[in-house]
């Protein structure tokens, strides 16, 4: 309830629901964690978007996330989760250098490092995106709201993320050089 | 035969041979990849460690390389694996840092970006590791040979590693700043 | 009164006091930050080391800080200055890149970014340094304290900071991956 | 003649000519060093922007180049010598995230490193922009260049850059992941 696990399905690649669930219990599974982001003319980050999502009877805000397909280049997982949970015309722009900013480890045991995902050990690669065009919310969602950095840092948000997803919040706006 | 999957067998985790075989048609599999390196007391590289292999009929050089197991942090994977390839009294220094300097993703059709592995499509996370110890060759290793920024740069060299390791290495040697 | 400014005086390379104060008004003076850190085996955070100032009539905490002089590599710089602020046998490590994990720019102008210093415009190149070895306070502050990341990122510690320090310091926890 | 040094004249900020000659006896000096690039729609890099120059009797290739101006933040300055180098119709991208993918240090001794500019000790950070718009050379270069990455990356490229930049260069590819 309180992991990434609870992001909604999503294309499984070549597996079915059935094996995706073996194999969950085999090894790490491979993730992309993306920050979207507004930055001003001088790339200045101005503000974080953050996917509103309604889990069984809570509300909850949420980073992009999505797994990585076999043959998939990570670019292009960034691409098609982006696409899935800020629609088509968000215009992405992707990082010339493939290299994360961070590495988030969520660990299916509760309180083993700062990520948990009770359904598996994933191992995401975490992007900052700035997003140009317009955002709207896939039918996983129920809306995506634009925080300032200040916002975005706050306990409050925090207390709305799940699975430790505001380390990886602040991690990104530390990155970006504008956490309060 | 010229690729990542030329590495010796490994603890499979919670994964028989068959199964791995299985998920290896499934999913990217995560590894780390490590660029063991000597240090002068400024930290500036003086020497970079490559594995040298015989696989079939041929040598090799290789990077230190591994899978990271389920619930196995990557701090852990990379001591691992760098404790079975340069043995257990190499001393590396881990990274405070968990974030990679460079990713490769190796895909198993050749020429679909940089790095290949026949058996799979492995995502390595790379890092440059510091040991202050003895390296001694694993039985998978014939010899762990240093060499100077320069020799391991050179088109000698490239030409005896496989599936793109040495893009790796010489993106190591960019990000350590002794790239020639 | 509240800056980085409040560095004890230090080897000032081919300049007099006079020259430093009116290049000062020139151009912007490149420095390096330090983050001393213990870490354990597997490489992770454990403490952070911060010195301790009496400043006028307040006692304030610092990272470590320096100017780069003319001909000075930044490896070099920065084994200076820890030397200067930790004592000659704190046997520091550098790091094998050269690229910092952030730059600070304190600007002269209150409020002008999140980094002030009333002396000047410096550019701080940060860097996150494990130490192994005994540290002691040099004549410049009164004592070297060691926080847990936790203490470290609490406001309590932000309070005690001046120049913006506090915000380096969370950035280089959040580097590390154990920002709360 | 082969140093960044032969950079044209640029806005002295708060220098005279004859100060700034002066200081770059006593201080190292703050530039910034930017790649520009075309990158597809997944951000990967395809082609690598360089300046021809006419260079007393000689044609050489640079990197975009100049100096950070007392007060100026990085991002601004970058903006700047951009512009200065590519025209106001580049539209560059200046990266979210201010801290550099690489730190170059010209020493005005021949040899001291890998970087040389004879008319002081100068202290690049490096960044990789895209550009989208159209670059016309200004009053400076003689043109615009745009190479793939293989070609950016050769020995015949190497030899028409003076300074040491090719090494700067070939940073920037490994960074981005097209070295070759």
Redesign the interface.
Known sequence: MTDMAEMPPEPS???SDR?LQH?R??????YVNAIP?R?D?????TEVGLLLRADDDAISRALVAGR?????????AL?RNLEKDLGGVALP???????????A?Y???EG???FHDSRQ?A?A?AF?V?VDGDCEPSQNALDIVWLSPEEAASEDVARDMTGGQH?LL??A?????V??
Do not use: K, M, N, Y
């Open positions: 690649g070549w597996l094996e194999v219990g085999e090894l790490p599974i491979l982001v930055t003319a001088a790339g200045e980050v990585v397909l076999r043959h998939e280049r990570i670019r292009d691409i722009r992707i990082p010339s250098s493939p290299t994360p900013f961070a590495v480890e660990f299916p045991t083993f490092g700062a050990h191992v690669l900052v700035p380390h602040r991690q706006l530390a990155h970006c050089g956490l309060p």
